[in-house]
């Protein structure tokens, strides 16, 4: 059980892990940017369009927008994703305090925790205050189109945070294997923007297709926000196929990083 508990991370390590994130202006700019940035330009942008010409232009509201809107924050949340999670994962060894942190006696493993809810904690708020954005705006800016239910909002705001959350913590176990930030980001804006939606095109992969998480996370999303938002052929899942892809690939990653991040020479 004591093994346990000094495994675990604890309240300063993640404050402290938040902390060095938070110094980062350069990356709290880059992220706030490709988030909150994004939605509120998109959205002003359309509407204007829509207002001086509406026969031509339609309103930046309704259920097809929010479809657009969700898909672009979560790729969009998913390159944030990538790049905050090289930086918790590998940041301690780029600015050579890794060493420092190893040789105070905390657990390694605890130090390598601690970088989850950390990273989260400081990730997600601009997701969800993008999507808070676009949610109001989908409501506000309906004109003819379909009004989002309630329910509707809800759900896609949930399916994005899950999204974002997934992409944040493949990423940091892959930094922590590769030691890298650069390399990090590169795979994994390869992975989500570039082979997933190839892979998730091709039907004729049958059930490899399924492994991919993008198509997995692409089936939870809400069906009435589908066909704006997919970018390949729906595969039919279950609830339990869907969430048993995402955990094995969120513990493969982790694990690995773990070992890694463990094991490696201080």
């Keep these: 059980m004591s093994t346990l508990a000094h495994a675990l991370p604890t309240p300063r390590l993640v404050s402290a892990d938040i902390l060095k994130l938070g110094k980062r202006r350069g990356l709290a700019a880059v992220v706030a940017l490709m988030t909150v940035g994004t939605v509120v330009i ?21 259920v097809t927008m929010l479809g657009h809107f969700a898909w672009t924050i979560s790729a969009l949340g998913a390159a944030a994703a990538a790049i ?19 040789v105070t006696g905390r657990s390694r493993l605890a130090i390598f925790a601690s970088r989850i809810p950390a990273g989260l904690m400081y990730l997600l708020p601009f997701v969800a205050g993008a999507y808070a954005i676009e949610a109001v705006s989908s409501v506000v800016f309906t004109g003819s189109h379909p009004t989002p239910s309630s329910y509707l909002l809800v759900v896609t705001g949930l399916w994005t ?29 390869a992975w989500r923007l ?15 297709r399924e492994l991919v998480p993008g198509v997995a996370l692409d089936g939870l999303l809400p069906a009435a926000l589908h066909d704006a938002a997919r970018q390949g052929p729906r595969v039919g899942m279950s609830l339990a196929a869907i969430a048993f892809v995402l955990v094995v690939w969120t513990a493969a990653a982790l694990v690995a990083g773990a070992v890694r991040d463990t094991t490696r020479d201080a």
């Design 42 to 62: 998109a959205n002003t942008v359309i509407e204007l369009m829509h207002l001086s010409d509406p026969v031509k232009h339609g309103p930046a509201g309704g």
């Design 194 to 208: 570039a082979l997933t939606p190839l892979l998730a095109s091709i039907a004729a992969l049958g059930v490899v």
């Design 84 to 102: 905050v999670g090289a930086t918790a994962g590998s940041g301690d060894l780029d600015s050579g305090v890794y060493r420092d942190l190893a």
């Design 161 to 189: 945070l899950l999204s974002v959350t997934f992409y944040y913590l493949l990423a940091l176990g892959i930094s922590c294997v590769v030691g890298s930030r650069s390399y990090t980001i590169g795979i994994v804006l």
